[in-house]
């Protein structure tokens, strides 16, 4: 199973970039604030940075997740009390981000920066994740292999001059990387 859908599964009924549904417990107030932040990115608008620590929980609650679901344990059905404090807005951003990191863990970019075997990630790998420019667009190519239907995206971000062998992103994600997280 992919990592960026393992979130999904750690966290229990939160939103995905495939859903766009927010928490079932949520207030409506901040489902409509997560809706309107997921429209303004949608329409261009840069997905807001995170801090670094919410991305790496994240990561790791994901990891966790996947340890106990291959072991037959429950697997819990509420983000950490720190994720749950974020705004809809924070929420929605930090996930984005660290799917953004999935995709690039599970298509092997991040091989110079990763122990593979044991999912773990240096730290400048999640300064970058948490904090480099980033659009719906950086996303959709860093996930068009992810999403339901792969091709039919993959033709509409070729038209736009993208690579979805070769996705921009990955550049862009390591020299910002390299060039800003120590």
Do not use: H
């Not at 949608?42 to 995170?50: E, K, L, T, W």
């Not at 697997?75 to 807005?89: D, F, G, I, Q, W």
């Not at 999935?102 to 991040?110: A, I, T, W």
Request: glycine content about 4%.
């Amino acid at each position: 199973m992919p990592l960026v859908l393992l979130l999904a599964l750690a966290l229990g009924p939160v939103a995905t970039a495939q859903t766009d549904a927010p928490s079932d417990d949520s207030s409506q107030a901040k489902q409509l604030e997560y809706l309107e932040a997921m429209k303004k990115w949608q329409s261009g608008a840069p997905i807001p940075p995170a801090r670094v620590s919410d991305v790496k929980e994240m990561w790791y609650a994901a990891r966790e997740a996947e340890r106990r679901k291959k072991a037959g344990e429950e697997v819990p059905a509420k983000p950490s009390k720190t994720l749950e404090e974020l705004t809809p807005e924070q929420f929605g951003a930090t996930q984005f981000r660290w799917m953004l990191l999935g995709s690039l863990f599970e298509r092997g970019v991040l091989k110079d920066y990763t122990n593979r075997e044991e999912r773990d990630v240096l730290e400048k790998v999640f300064c970058a994740a948490a904090t480099m420019p980033f659009t719906m667009k950086d996303w959709d190519e860093a996930a068009v292999r992810l999403l339901a239907a792969p091709d039919k995206k993959a033709e509409e971000l070729r038209a736009l001059g993208y690579n979805p062998e070769k996705p921009v992103v990955d550049e862009k994600f390591l020299d910002w990387l390299r060039g800003n997280c120590r």
